[in-house]
């Protein structure tokens, strides 16, 4: 019977070090080589360009100085190739390299990666350490200080984006709500105000992200109008939020036609509040069949039955819920395929998550425009993740006046 063994491999100590290298000279490579590609191929394409005697007027030149570039495996040291153009002075072309662009110093990711470092809840003062574990202890140009720096141009990113022209923009659906920070030094919490819309293709996007007042009826009301004054004409269809009557209010004189529907989440959350915790599972389980029925008829029967069993013993928790019935209910005269996105404020809340965690481990932001910056960065990340709605290809008949009826188009008359 034949022996098993087992090879040990010491790698020395220095082995990831090492396959770094080997790394970073492939890549250095892969890099030269690709310039060195673009470079003959801009001088080939002015191949007929020649003087009296038949000589080419574009050459190749020998090399600039060697620079390095940090990217996402450390600094790589490239040389650019040089290209003359002996033609005459006002008839001259500059090569300017798509893939090594003049004064590039860091790759694209690596000047994501602060950033991404910093909203994901890394400290300013752990900036260092992570940043050398990620790019190489050689990494130069990045610290701390960075962040600083960045912060500043997050505000002036916000400012010029709370100004841009909302000309042409159609939002079908609009989802509003107001969150809450801590703010350091400051004894009352920051609330900020959301907009998220859905656009004509079905595309969500932020709309606008501000301060306000305690979520206040004229706090709303300046936002609703400063997007009206901006070129935002075209009512939404439906507006989905809390019970906060300030946007409804400032809702109705900014947007007049736009249909309330109020957030599921939200009420249940009031209801249940109203209700001793033995009966709760109970109230919930009856809360859920109101907006999970097929049907506004089955979904009245439900919300019925929930107001007869709760109305003798919690008064408070029923009125809390019969006096929205109509807004709670709204969702039904629309593509039963867009139900999961306007039943609730769900695109805003979710999109909160990794803001409150940003916040938490910072304890709170120093000042209220860093707050807000530091939001609006935030829901920026996100919002690349997003996907369109459901059923998005029935926005156009939505648009065109098409009724719908517990989620389904109704045949027209003739």
Known sequence: M????TDVIEFPDNAED????VIRCGARKLLAAAVEAEVEEWIEERRDLRDGKGRRRVVRNGHQPERSVLTGIGPIEVEKPRVRDRRPRGEREKFVSKILPPYLRKARCVEQLIPWLYLRGVSTGDFTDALQAILGRDAPGLSASTVTRLKAGWEEEHRKWSRRSLRGKRYVYVWADGVYFNIRLQEDRQ????????????????????????????????LLLDLKRRGLEIHPHLATGDGALGFWKALR???????????????????????????????????HEIWMAPTRAEACRA??????????????AAGCLEKDKDE???FYDFPAEHWQHIRTTNPIESTFATVRLRTRKTKGS????????????LMESASRKWRALNGSHLIPQLIEGVIFTDGVTQPQAA
């Open 18 to 21: 090492v396959l770094t290298e």
């Open 366 to 377: 120093g000042s209220r425009a860093a707050c807000l910056a530091m939001v609006y960065k």
């Open 2 to 5: 034949k022996e098993n063994t």
């Open 191 to 222: 609330c900020m105000l959301v907009l998220m819309g859905a656009t004509a293709e079905g595309k969500k996007e932020f709309i606008a992200i501000t301060d306000g007042f305690r979520e206040s009826e004229q706090s709303w009301l300046e």
């Open 303 to 316: 919300f019925d039955a929930y107001i007869a069993a709760f109305r003798a013993k919690y008064p408070k």
């Open 328 to 330: 709670l209910l709204a």
């Open 253 to 287: 004189k900014a947007f007049p036609t736009t249909r309330e529907q109020r957030c599921w989440v939200h009420k249940t959350a009031n209801v249940l509040d109203k209700i001793a915790k033995r009966s709760q599972p109970e109230a919930k389980r009856m809360l």
